[in-house]
């Protein structure tokens, strides 16, 4: 069965700090992997799409194989990237998405 | 505007006296997924639909029905709810060919049971 794990449930950082966030997954199958953060009281918002390969809010994400890894990282992290963040695995029929744990990031001033 | 709505956003209930939670998206998406939010144990899936009268369960299923009888709609049914069943609750939904950009989520229901 798939899982995802976010070993980290808290992570505080000072702003202008690097960030990274930790992801690993256990999945037979090819992943589709993503990252969503849903800010105090809003709705979850998808964030990174690890096929895309593209840089949202300075953040990027790198999908390693033979770590089973899709670790979230920031170089600078700003005051208003404290949020929860989610990472998610999608299995490759495509209508499972399994999240992990999710993590609090506080950037602190 | 493309969105998911959810129905009501916040709901006290007593144990036993069942409630439907409404979701509705207006993006003619094929999928709809409900999902569960807890403290430390992330999101849950509880029931997805891969289209109309197709529905099948996630990860945690027990005490929740749905139905999906039209495309923009997949209501959450909870028959006798309990007091475990206090959470926060989301709705989802993406289309087959907007796979690759994930999951367009409700605002979310929090439902408390006493």
């Known amino acids: 069965a798939q899982r995802v794990t976010q070993p980290e449930k808290l992570l505080s950082v000072f702003k202008g700090a690097p960030v990274e966030l930790k992801c690993n997954y256990s999945?037979?199958?090819?992943?589709?992997l993503f990252w969503y953060v849903q800010y105090s009281r809003q709705r979850l918002q998808l964030l990174l799409r690890?096929?895309s390969r593209e840089s949202i809010k300075g953040f990027t994400a790198d999908l390693n194989k033979g770590e089973t890894s899709f670790h979230l990282k920031k170089p600078f992290a700003q005051e208003e990237d404290s949020a929860m963040y989610y990472c998610?695995?999608?299995?490759?029929?495509?209508?499972?998405?399994?999240f992990g744990e999710g993590t609090q990031l506080t950037v602190n001033p | 505007e493309a969105q998911v709505t959810q129905n009501p956003r916040y709901l006290i209930t007593v144990t036993g006296k069942k409630l439907t939670v409404t979701c509705s998206q207006n993006?003619?998406?094929?999928?709809m997924s409900w999902y569960r939010q807890d403290p430390g144990l992330g999101l849950r899936q509880i029931y997805y639909?891969?289209?109309?009268?197709?529905?099948d369960k996630g990860d945690v299923p027990e005490g929740y029905k749905v139905s999906r009888k039209e495309k923009r709609n997949f209501p959450l049914i909870l028959e006798s709810p309990s007091p475990n069943q206090t959470s926060l609750y989301f709705c989802?939904?993406?289309?087959?060919?907007?796979?690759?950009?994930?999951?367009?989520f409700g605002s979310g229901t929090r439902l408390t049971v006493v």
């Open positions: 989802a939904s993406r289309g087959r060919q907007t796979a690759n950009y994930g999951y367009t």
């Open positions: 639909s891969m289209n109309v009268e197709v529905t």
């Open positions: 999945y037979s199958g090819s992943p589709e």
């Open positions: 998610a695995l999608r299995e490759t029929s495509g209508s499972r998405l399994t």
């Open positions: 993006m003619n998406h094929e999928y």
């Open positions: 690890h096929i």
